[in-house]
């Protein structure tokens, strides 16, 4: 099946850095979501995305809608330790009240050095 | 505060056994799914179900059956479980099939010898 192409695979950081992330796709999506799990529990959801070029904002967390509508973006300002943990894209191709899949990156872990 | 609960947490089966594991949701959401999370893979979907009574195949099916005979509750079931089924089990549910509704358990741990 197709899945999202999710770079970094991991980021070993210093605290207070910014962090960038970024997914892409062949195909064009409609929706484009950003989650983080924490070790030993689900995903839980960041950001949801839902317009080409909408930029949108979580406290130090902003994303981006790409323009082509094939990509997206993960910012992180800032970084503080509990910002630890693993951070996938999920995209959806279709309009969200037909019948979907949602499709999920590989991941970036971020990693921050004491 | 429950919201997504599944059972066991952790589980080693041997070649050949089979199990199932349960996921239990309280906030009468109509959409529930099973995923199975390996290293370097994200997130694939195994079977999902769009409300009491009905069950759909997601992305990897073989090797599972799901059951959804209560809104509350969705089963998967591994009924010969072989070491390519090791993996991180999430349940999932939502009360719309969009993506920002989703809500996860806290994963299911397991392994096959």
């Known amino acids: 099946g197709q899945q999202l192409n999710q770079s970094p695979q991991s980021m070993f950081i210093q605290e207070g850095e910014d962090v960038s992330m970024n997914c892409t796709s062949s195909s064009i999506f409609n929706t484009w979501l950003w989650y983080k799990q924490e070790p030993g529990e689900g995903p839980v959801l960041l950001i949801a995305l839902y317009k080409a070029g909408e930029l949108t904002s979580n406290g130090r967390l902003t994303a981006q809608f790409g323009i082509t509508r094939k990509d997206s973006f993960l910012n992180i300002s800032a970084s503080i330790p509990s910002d630890v943990g693993i951070y996938f894209c999920?995209?959806?191709?279709?309009?969200?009240?037909?019948?979907?899949?949602?499709?999920w990156g590989a991941g970036t872990k971020l990693i921050i050095k004491p | 505060n429950a919201g997504v609960t599944q059972t066991p947490k952790f589980r080693v089966l041997k070649t050949g056994q089979s199990m199932t594991l349960l996921c239990a949701q309280d906030m009468n959401h109509e959409y529930m799914y099973w995923y199975r999370q390996d290293p370097g893979m994200g997130l694939r979907l195994i079977h999902y179900?769009?409300?009491?009574?009905?069950?759909a195949k997601g992305e990897v099916p073989d090797g599972y059956n799901v059951s959804r005979l209560k809104k509350q509750n969705f089963l998967l079931g591994l009924e010969s479980a072989a070491p390519s089924q090791t993996s991180v089990y999430f349940c999932a549910s939502s009360q719309q099939i969009s993506g920002n509704t989703i809500y996860f358990g806290e994963g299911s741990w397991l392994t096959v010898v």
């Open positions: 179900s769009v409300g009491e009574g009905t069950t």
């Open positions: 999920a995209g959806q191709e279709r309009p969200m009240d037909s019948n979907y899949q949602l499709i």
